[in-house]
């Protein structure tokens, strides 16, 4: 090999391979710990996120179950007041 006009020794070139080498493995090794942290970081987010909607809907459920509670109960009311207008009229049904 030659550097700049002259000529380098085999142990020298050696040398020069094991550290571009070395210095490839660190970086492989340092995007897959970058990629490792960034997937455990949307896992994490995955969670909370999905936890935060299955609590909206448990909300949203109990809201609603409260709705039909109240418009049920306005709706029998109704019912019962017009039946028993109508038993009152001695029409029986």
């Not at 040398?15 to 997937?39: C, M, P, Y």
């Amino acid at each position: 090999m030659t550097r700049k006009g002259g000529t380098i020794g085999p142990e020298a070139a050696e040398n020069q391979l094991t550290v571009l080498i070395e210095r490839r493995a660190q970086e492989a090794e340092d995007t897959n710990h970058a990629a490792s942290t960034w997937a455990e970081s949307a896992r994490r987010y995955n969670l909370a996120h999905s936890a935060e909607r299955r609590a909206a809907w448990v909300e949203w459920h109990r809201q609603q179950a409260e709705r039909h509670r109240r418009t049920l109960t306005d709706l029998i009311a109704r019912h019962e007041r017009a039946a028993a207008h109508l038993a009152g009229e001695g029409g029986g049904g």
